[in-house]
C-alpha cells in the first residue's frame, strides 16, 4: 500500500508557473506508474499526466500537452507536475495518483483505473 501527500498549489497568473509534488510513503515507490489527475469546479476528473515506473515512457492529455512535464524520482519517492504558461481553465484541485503493476501500452489512465490517490492540492489561475 502506498500513501500520496500533494504539495505546491496555489495562486497564479495566467502565464505563470507553479511546481506541483507529491511524495509517496512506503518502500516499493519504483513499482508504481504514477499519474496527476484534477477537477475543476462543476466538472469530473480528468487526466493530466502520466510516468512509467523507470520514467520512460510519459504521457499527457492534449490540453496540458508542450506546457506540463511530469518527472519522478524512485530514491525520494517522488513525483512532480512542472506547470508552465498557466491558463485560466487550469484551475482544479490537482490529485496525485498511483497504479500498481501495470505491464500494459497505454499510458493514458482513467481515473477508475488507478490504485491510490492522494487528496489533491489546490491550483488556481487567475486571467
Known amino acids: 500500500q502506498v500513501q500520496l501527500v500533494e504539495s505546491g498549489g496555489g495562486l497564479v497568473q495566467a502565464g505563470g508557473s507553479l511546481r506541483l509534488s507529491c511524495e509517496a510513503s512506503?518502500?516499493?515507490?519504483?513499482?508504481?506508474?504514477m499519474a496527476w489527475f484534477r477537477q475543476a469546479p462543476g466538472k469530473e476528473r480528468e487526466f493530466v499526466a502520466s510516468?512509467?515506473?523507470?520514467?520512460?515512457?510519459?504521457a499527457y492529455a492534449d490540453s496540458v500537452k508542450g506546457r506540463f512535464t511530469i518527472s519522478r524520482d524512485n530514491a525520494k519517492s517522488t513525483v512532480n507536475l512542472q506547470m508552465n504558461s498557466l491558463k485560466p481553465e487550469d484551475t482544479a484541485v490537482y490529485y496525485c495518483?498511483?497504479?500498481?503493476?501495470?505491464?500494459?501500452?497505454?499510458?493514458?489512465?482513467?481515473?477508475?483505473?488507478?490504485?491510490?490517490w492522494g487528496k489533491g492540492t489546490l491550483v488556481t489561475v487567475s486571467s
Open positions: 512506503g518502500r516499493t515507490f519504483s513499482s508504481y506508474a
Open positions: 510516468i512509467s515506473r523507470s520514467a520512460l515512457i510519459t
Open positions: 495518483a498511483a497504479k500498481a503493476k501495470y505491464y500494459g501500452d497505454s499510458y493514458y489512465f482513467t481515473e477508475g483505473g488507478m490504485d491510490y
